[in-house]
């Protein structure tokens, strides 16, 4: 082993490696390795590879805090989570981080539990560690938190909602537009006894999701009775209780169509433990389409909110707002997409596939009849 190694193991064990030796290693000045660690997009890619090579080798570790001393900035964005026990939220977490750390910036996570005021202790606590921006991919925050924020320029960012400021950026859900195909699926399949289960009502997404279902029934001449209209709270525990509800009523809804997958697999559960099959006696749909979806059994029919479309335009809109010339001048909304994903746990409501297949014989026996007159 060559002299220069020897040092450099020795270096890095001692924890005494120093830009100096990076740009050494590199062949570079050290201002050239101080533009490649911060990301200056004005270093040629080549000689930055180089640079990074070097880092590698001998070990580097680049000083953050100085870092966001001689720069302004910390390379560092928080996200805010609604909580980590739901599978929707580590699958937008590590489409997140993937996508930042790409960009050259590092994460902080926290998560709330839907508490408000966790939300704003969160955000406190990034602040004091000079995160560049933060997305907040829950609900509810202080008015007057966001108004310091604003006050001091800082970036930020909502799902559905946040207050007309300068450096707010919002990602809008099209949640209309994904129920609504869930209903039609279902109203296309002969279903017209459809029950909600909507998430808690004092989530702005929740509340979103339950109207988006009244007007798509209303678009299809059906107005829902109110016990088939059901309060849950985005978990498994609540999806079964709401399917206890529903399965003691006197009329049984022949398809159930559930604010997100959690609760459709509690639903499926609850099914489980009883007489009735899915889809032959209920058809079950959810949202979200979390990686566990497909491998339920049946396989979930749900509506898709893709985490790779949240977190791409959460990380587009938070550089946006720490990177832009004019950040108040930059593009405020992101518009995110939804669309219904079929599977095996939604099908024809029982008897109704004789019934359409005799009436559809009917008519075609009907047609052939006046065509040999």
């Known amino acids: 082993m060559s002299a220069s190694r020897n040092n450099s193991s020795d270096q890095r064990r001692s924890g005494t490696v120093n830009i100096r030796d990076v740009a050494s290693r590199a062949g570079v000045s050290i201002a050239t390795v101080s533009r490649v660690v911060n990301h200056i997009a004005t270093v040629d890619a080549e000689l930055a590879r180089r640079v990074w090579k070097a880092i590698e080798e001998v070990g580097y570790v680049p000083n953050t805090q100085a870092r966001a001393l001689v720069s302004g900035r910390s390379r560092m964005l928080g996200l805010i989570?609604?909580?980590?026990?739901?599978?929707f939220f580590p699958e937008l977490v590590q489409e997140f981080e993937n996508l930042a750390v790409a960009q050259g910036y590092e994460v902080l996570i926290g998560s709330t539990n839907y508490e408000p005021v966790?939300?704003?202790?969160?955000?406190?606590?990034?602040?004091?560690?000079?995160?560049?921006g933060v997305a907040v991919m829950t609900f509810g925050i202080e008015e007057d938190l966001v108004q310091k924020l604003v006050?001091?320029?800082?970036?930020?960012?909502?799902?559905?909602?946040?207050?007309?400021?300068?450096?707010?950026?919002?990602?809008?859900?099209?949640?209309?537009?994904g129920i609504r195909q869930a209903v039609q699926h279902l109203a296309a399949l002969g279903h017209r006894h459809i029950a909600f289960i909507s998430g808690p009502l004092r989530l702005r997404s929740a509340v979103a999701r339950r109207d988006a279902f009244l007007k798509s029934m209303a678009e299809l001449?059906?107005?829902?009775?109110?016990?088939?209209?059901?309060?849950?709270?985005?978990?498994?525990?609540?999806?079964?209780?709401?399917?206890?509800?529903?399965?003691?009523?006197?009329?049984?809804?022949?398809?159930?169509?559930?604010?997100?997958?959690?609760?459709?697999?509690?639903?499926?559960?609850?099914?489980?433990?009883?007489?009735?099959?899915?889809?032959?006696?209920?058809?079950?749909?959810?949202?979200?389409d979390i990686h566990l979806a497909?491998?339920?059994?049946?396989?979930?029919?749900?509506?898709?909110?893709?985490?790779?479309?949240?977190?791409?335009?959460?990380?587009?809109?938070?550089?946006?707002?720490?990177?832009?010339?004019?950040?108040?001048?930059?593009?405020?909304?992101?518009?995110?997409?939804?669309q219904l994903v079929v599977r095996q746990s939604s099908a024809f409501p029982r008897g109704t596939l004789p019934a359409l297949v005799e009436r559809n014989a009917g008519k075609r026996k009907g047609a052939a009849t006046k065509r040999n007159k």
């Open 81 to 87: 989570v609604s909580e980590i026990t739901n599978p």
């Open 118 to 132: 966790r939300t704003e202790s969160l955000i406190r606590r990034m602040l004091q560690r000079n995160v560049d």
């Open 151 to 177: 006050e001091r320029e800082f970036p930020l960012v909502f799902v559905d909602a946040g207050p007309a400021l300068p450096n707010i950026r919002v990602l809008k859900v099209n949640y209309a537009e």
């Open 221 to 288: 001449g059906q107005i829902v009775p109110p016990e088939h209209m059901v309060e849950g709270n985005h978990t498994m525990e609540g999806g079964m209780a709401a399917m206890e509800h529903l399965t003691g009523l006197a009329e049984l809804p022949t398809a159930v169509l559930c604010s997100n997958d959690m609760t459709a697999i509690g639903v499926l559960h609850a099914l489980y433990r009883t007489t009735h099959k899915v889809p032959e006696d209920i058809s079950v749909v959810g949202f979200d």
């Open 294 to 338: 497909q491998f339920m059994l049946p396989p979930l029919t749900t509506v898709q909110m893709s985490c790779k479309h949240l977190a791409a335009a959460a990380v587009e809109a938070l550089r946006a707002g720490i990177e832009s010339d004019h950040p108040k001048a930059a593009q405020t909304e992101w518009h995110i997409p939804t």
